[in-house]
């Protein structure tokens, strides 16, 4: 038991930096999954995860292997992305899921694009799946700090956002707060994705996101529990990931996602609240 | 009589295609109104464009001495995410946002103000219910509740009985019976012609255009409706524009 679950992370040192990079993605991440899906937005995390790709990809470019260049880059290019599907929805017909399809796939092309002319194919794969064996310290800085401010954010904005996910137009005809609060909402899944991006790879770091999201809606039913469940469950899915990836030589952020997948699985079978087992469970009907 | 709102040749629309026509109304500070008309004669756009969520295309609604904080709008149904995580208290509690804004404690005075709010629309004992396990009834409650707690001069209500069983029917217009006893101006949506006749002292037809505003027996004459229905018929364009969501 020793061994397997707590002999890789003493030995070695990279192991234990992947570790915290993990948890604190865990923990920024999750949260803002959880409104992603509760405002049925999950796939506006999977389309601004792509779009941050052509923006890494040219801080890439400009200058190698650089974490600043590369953050900069993505916060601009899922930024941008976010605000330009926002205001095509607003001023034409298109609808927001459709305009965010449209100029995520767009940055996506461009992204490979410029990340195969120009670099290799590991250098593809680093930055599509990650490099969560490798964080630096200024790296696990970066997480960090993300984590925080997003938690923070969310903190300040935790009122304005339950009303504008649940009741929009409430929220417009008694305060001015509802485009800022959906813009600052936006605003932190584009730098969670980019936290994420340097740990688990762009493709993969919107499975920590919204897979502990998904999984918690079986085992409770309000905010507070769904954060909880969900960060508890990415934590889980981080270490059993890692420790899968250590022991079988498998990819390392890929093997953390699917694990997340797994427990997603477990819960819509076992999950207490509205999970599939409960349904073959015979019930004594209450009579009255 | 002072005038609480005037519509002045106000005409609303989406993408440019009008669904309330030059419209000229004044309705009186503390009436009671009813807004009646075929589908699609603009009766909610009417709504909206009053508490902004519309920008007149052109002329203006314009407020005696109002403030946005003194309307409180309760929109279709639909409009509100039922399956979301909240309990009923955090819900109704909202109705205060002019008090506590996105910051303010809920506690002491206020918390009794909500609990009053609730127990006036006969939700005690639903407080830490989900809003997703209220029946039709019980929700409109819960969103009755929330205005209340709004303390507003003016309220605009979009089909509020649409859905909700006969009680809480009854609830809701005492409690609109008892908002025009308290001086407050209500403007209300609605479908059914026997509410309005039996509780609604003034009428507002409306067909795209005005077809009659004033007392409700004089405006909710067999030969008004039928000329709003030719007018809302003879209109250009698809004949359900209001039920179109705003981009």
Not at chain 1, 106 to 119: C, D, E, F, N, P
Not at chain 1, 169 to 195: D, E, K, P, Q, W
Not at chain 2, 191 to 202: A, G, Q
Request: aromatic share 8%; with cysteine.
């Amino acid at each position: 038991m020793w061994d397997i679950v707590f002999q890789p992370f003493v030995e070695f040192g990279f192991m234990r930096r992947a570790l915290l990079g993990c948890v604190a993605i865990s923990v920024g991440a999750t949260p803002v999954g959880v409104f992603l899906m509760l405002r049925r937005m999950s796939l506006t995390g999977d389309a601004l995860a792509c779009a941050i790709l052509p923006g890494a990809a040219i801080g890439y470019l400009i200058a190698g292997f650089s974490l600043g260049a590369m953050t900069i880059g993505g916060v601009i290019a899922g930024m941008a992305v976010a605000l330009l599907a926002g205001l095509v929805t607003r001023i034409t017909v298109l609808r927001e899921d459709a305009s965010l399809a449209a100029f995520y796939l767009i940055s996506l092309a461009l992204g490979v694009l410029i990340v195969s002319t120009r670099g290799s194919n590991v250098d593809l794969m680093h930055v599509l799946f990650g490099t969560v064996l490798a964080l630096d310290d200024s790296a696990l800085i970066l997480l960090c700090s993300i984590t925080s401010l997003s938690l923070l954010t969310l903190a300040v904005f935790f009122r304005p956002l339950v009303l504008e996910c649940a009741d929009p137009h409430f929220l417009r005809s008694v305060s001015n707060l509802s485009a800022i609060t959906h813009f600052t909402f936006l605003a932190l899944v584009v730098l969670n994705l980019v936290a994420g991006f340097h740990g688990l790879g762009t493709l993969m770091s919107v499975g920590i996101m919204i897979l502990p999201a998904a999984a918690a809606r079986f085992w409770a039913s309000g905010i507070g529990g769904l954060v909880f469940v969900a960060i508890l469950s990415a934590i889980l899915a981080s270490i059993s990931g890692l420790l899968l990836s250590y022991h079988f030589n498998l990819p390392s952020g890929p093997a953390i996602i699917l694990v997340a997948g797994i427990i997603y699985g477990i819960s819509i079978i076992f999950g207490p609240v509205g999970g599939l087992a409960l349904r073959f469970i015979p019930r004594r009907q209450l009579e009255t | 009589m002072r005038t609480a709102l005037a519509f002045e040749n106000l005409t609303l629309g989406y993408d440019s295609q009008a669904a309330v026509n030059n419209l000229e109304a004044d309705i009186a500070e503390g009436s009671l109104t009813a807004v009646v008309g075929p589908n699609g004669a603009g009766k909610s756009t009417l709504l909206r464009g009053v508490v902004g969520a519309l920008s007149p295309l052109e002329g203006r609604v314009a407020f005696g001495t109002l403030s946005r904080d003194d309307i409180a709008y309760l929109p279709q149904q639909s409009e509100i995410d039922w399956t979301f995580p909240l309990s009923v208290i955090d819900l109704v509690a909202m109705g205060l946002w002019h008090e506590i804004g996105p910051f303010g404690q809920l506690e002491g005075d206020r918390l009794a103000r909500v609990e009053a709010a609730l127990a006036a629309m006969g939700l005690t004992g639903f407080e830490n219910r989900p809003i997703g396990s209220l029946s039709g009834g019980q929700m409109q409650r819960t969103l009755f509740a929330r205005l209340l707690l709004q303390d507003a001069s003016l309220i605009l209500l979009d089909e509020p009985f649409t859905s909700v069983d006969a009680s809480t029917i009854a609830v809701l217009l005492d409690l609109i019976q008892r908002w025009h006893e308290e001086g407050l101006t209500v403007l209300t949506v609605l479908h059914d012609h026997e509410t309005v006749r039996t509780h609604f002292p003034k009428t507002l037809m409306l067909a795209r255009e005005l077809v009659a505003h004033g007392p409700t027996e004089q405006v909710l004459t067999a030969e008004n409706q039928s000329r709003a229905l030719e007018m809302c018929e003879a209109c250009d364009g698809p004949p359900h524009v209001c039920g179109r969501s705003v981009a």
